[in-house]
């Protein structure tokens, strides 16, 4: 990480739903808040406009939990160990979902990659997409890794920088507001050996 002093993450998964400590959800119900209201691309549909208060993401998280699975959805969560610095706790989180159709089983969908607005810049989020991708090769068995972003926030650059790599997009897929429509941009990152050739 760069752009200040230097701080310890760590990183940990919840696999099942009861494995959810009380105080987490609180955490991540503030930082998906936050994240939204910072113009994030992470609102349930359900959701009103922002501002929002974590209240309002409630049902939303509690699906999200209640889905997880060993080998079919994990939650990850970034911590910043350097309480000093940074006032500790939770950093970001993401979560990692196998697809469900057997013909896909073999690839994951990362979504909900977010990281608290005042850690921004120092290299959470490339670091949970690090551990993502270890998770999704290691522990879940998967061999391709997806995701899709709003267009004109940015966010395509950062991922290349990860290594991912564009492979389309759908034109003015997602209105954001009247007269604004913007792509919907699609990515995937690989998870094979590098020495293995692809099919």
């Known amino acids: 990480m760069s752009n200040g002093p230097a701080h310890t993450l760590a990183f940990g998964q919840i696999t099942r739903p009861d494995g959810l400590p009380a105080g987490l959800r609180g955490d991540l119900l503030a930082c998906w808040a936050a994240v939204a209201d910072a113009g994030g691309a992470v609102l349930p549909p359900e959701c009103p406009p922002p501002p929002i208060v974590p209240a309002d993401l409630a049902p939303a998280l509690d699906r999200l939990v209640a889905g997880l699975h060993p080998q079919r959805c994990r939650l990850l969560v970034a911590t910043v160990e350097d309480g000093a610095a940074v006032g500790g706790g939770l950093a970001g989180w993401l979560l990692v979902r196998r697809e469900s159709h057997p013909l896909e089983a073999h690839c994951g969908v990362v ?52 290594g991912w790599t564009e492979v389309g997009r759908w034109p003015g897929a997602l209105r954001v507001a009247p ?21």
């Open 111 to 162: 979504n909900h990659v977010q990281t608290q607005v005042s850690l921004r810049g120092l290299g959470i989020g490339a670091a949970l997409l690090r551990r993502a991708r270890e998770v999704a090769r290691d522990e879940m068995g998967l061999e391709r890794l997806k995701l899709s972003v709003r267009a004109g926030l940015g966010l395509e650059e950062f991922y290349r920088k990860a």
């Open 179 to 199: 007269g604004d429509d913007r792509d919907e941009i699609l990515m995937t990152l690989s998870l094979r050996d590098p020495s293995v050739p692809e099919d």
